[in-house]
């Protein structure tokens, strides 16, 4: 079977960096990918990476290795707005997606 | 350009009772998906479509069925709806193997 696992809370403080991380089993996939969801909000996309390595969007940056099974989220100049769920999300063959349980980000002032 | 649009916003349900949970999009998307969310977790697939025509079971499919009318719209139906279908539930739109979008969610409660 597939399954993901990502830390269920992370607190950082406003202006720095944090990284959520997200380990997986699978036989097989296309990509993973990362959603961001605030409270009683849907899930929107966040980034996506196919290969190995790191895809930058913004403030926002994705790793992915597919030797070590782990992927991340790095999430740069931390603002109030950021505190959500994020999700990571493993793109399996047909049109199949798997969501991780997701990770809670707080953020202090 | 709506993207993904569902209805209701909200229902309560009776056990036993049936309802039908609208989805469409109008972003030419062949897949859409169906998916429930618990307090608390991520998204769950209950069905999912591959393209016009085609259904497909996800992880959480027992006591639900699905029925892609067109390419625009994907709809869920209870046919006899149980208190632990109490969950919101998240229709999403997307390309095979490219990112999904997701209408505003569905909060059903069934007492």
């Known amino acids: 079977g597939q399954s993901l696992e990502q830390p269920s809370e992370v607190t950082a403080v406003e202006g720095a960096i944090v990284q959520i991380n997200c380990t997986y089993q699978?036989?097989?996939?296309?990509?993973l990918s990362w959603y961001q969801q605030h409270d009683g909000g849907a899930p929107t996309f966040l980034s996506y990476?196919?290969?190995?390595g790191l895809e930058e969007t913004g403030r926002f940056s994705s790793f992915l290795s597919r030797s070590d099974s782990y992927g991340y989220l790095l999430l740069q100049e931390l603002q109030m707005k950021d505190s959500a769920s994020y999700f990571c999300?493993?793109?399996?063959?047909?049109?199949?997606?798997?969501f991780g349980s997701g990770t809670r980000l707080s953020i202090r002032p | 350009n709506a993207g993904v649009t569902q209805t209701p916003k909200f229902q309560v349900l009776k056990t036993g009772q049936s309802m039908t949970l609208q989805c469409a999009q109008d972003?030419?998307?062949?897949?859409m998906y169906w998916y429930r969310q618990d307090p608390g977790m991520g998204l769950r697939l209950i069905y999912y479509?591959?393209?016009?025509?085609?259904?497909d079971k996800g992880e959480v499919p027992n006591g639900y069925n699905v029925s892609r009318l067109n390419k625009r719209e994907f709809s869920l139906r209870l046919e006899s709806a149980a208190p632990s279908q109490t969950s919101v539930y998240f229709c999403?739109?997307?390309?095979?193997?490219?990112?999904?979008?997701f209408g505003p969610g569905t909060r059903l409660l069934v007492l």
């Open positions: 699978t036989s097989g996939f296309y990509g």
């Open positions: 990476n196919a290969l190995d």
């Open positions: 999300a493993l793109y399996s063959s047909a049109s199949k997606i798997i």
């Open positions: 999403g739109g997307g390309q095979l193997q490219e990112t999904q979008y």
């Open positions: 972003m030419n998307h062949n897949s």
């Open positions: 479509s591959a393209s016009e025509g085609t259904t």
